[in-house]
């Protein structure tokens, strides 16, 4: 579990986070979600370190990082897979050298060791015969699933995906979300999405934060969203009329589902 405690960032005379505070739940994928420039990417490096706060703090795992010595940040840093927006590989490395990487920083693994790791990760994420390929000799979703693989190679408790459908086509999107949150499942770790891709907030969105202008805005499910009543965040997510109409059919939907469950039980008594 993350803990993000009344963070407050400003650059130069510009407020761009304003006392966020939220809870990221562990074994679930946790969406940040908001317009461009409402300060989701400053959020994350927040909480990754890459910023510091001017005000407000993050815990992980109930640990203060701003409280931690080197040594406890350094071993943080180690518990944090990223995969970054575009996937940000080394053009110069193969595959496996890009998924080995993390290993050769961190791990003091022998090399067959780590070789072994690196084939069982590219084999989770379905990625069996790249090994030897440059990026540039992969499509954008295989390029997403080296990332990934890269992200998770050291088992992270946290996983932060930043943006991790920009470039794919829908269907390609669907698969890379499901992945992501099959592997939040299966190793428990506290994921974190940054995205504006409604199909994820609805096909993985556990916990979702919706950021407006540097506030948080909403906290909830993709169960809760559909029927917030927060104006801000109904223009988010229903920024296209079609979305409006389906939003209309769902909600005509559940009231009919409503008065049919209701007159069962009016039958049953
Ligand atoms: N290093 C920086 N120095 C100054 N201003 C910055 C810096 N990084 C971000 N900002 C400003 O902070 C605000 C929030 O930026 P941020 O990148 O967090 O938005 P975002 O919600 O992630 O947007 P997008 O969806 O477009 O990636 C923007 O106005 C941006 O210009």
């Not at 499509?139 to 992200?151: D, F, L, N, Q, W």
């Not at 698969?175 to 992501?180: E, Q």
Request: aromatic fraction near 6%; charged fraction near 30%.
């Amino acid at each position: 579990m993350i803990e993000v405690n009344n963070i407050k960032k400003s650059f130069g005379d510009k407020v761009v986070l304003e006392d966020i505070s939220a809870v990221m739940e562990a074994g679930k994928c946790n969406l940040i979600i908001g317009t461009s420039g409402s300060g989701k990417t400053v959020l994350t490096k927040c909480m990754v370190g890459l910023f510091k706060p001017d005000s407000g703090g993050v815990s992980f795992g109930g640990q203060d990082m701003l409280a931690m010595n080197d040594e406890e940040r350094k071993e943080l840093r180690q518990q944090i897979g990223m995969l970054f927006q575009g996937s940000a590989l080394f053009d110069s490395m193969t595959v496996e050298q890009n998924v080995m990487f993390p290993l050769d920083m961190f791990s003091t693994l022998s090399h067959s060791d780590k070789k072994k790791r690196v084939n069982e990760v590219l084999a989770r994420v379905e990625l069996k015969d790249a090994h030897k390929k440059f990026p540039a000799e992969i499509s954008g979703g295989m390029k997403k699933r080296v990332g990934i693989a890269r992200a998770i190679v050291l088992n992270p408790k946290y996983l932060f995906c930043d943006e991790p459908n920009s470039g794919l086509d829908p269907q390609t999107s669907l698969v890379i979300d499901k992945l992501i949150k099959e592997l939040t499942q299966e190793f428990n770790t506290t994921t974190i999405v940054v995205t504006h891709d409604m199909n994820s907030v609805m096909e993985i969105g556990d916990h979702i934060v919706y950021l407006y202008q540097g506030r948080k805005e909403w906290e909830g499910t993709n169960k809760e969203i559909i029927f917030s009543k927060n104006d801000l965040l109904n223009k988010f997510i229903f920024a296209s009329e079609f979305l409006q109409d389906a939003k209309d059919m769902r909600m005509l939907e559940m009231k009919g589902k409503i008065a049919n469950d209701r007159n069962m039980d009016d039958l049953l008594q």
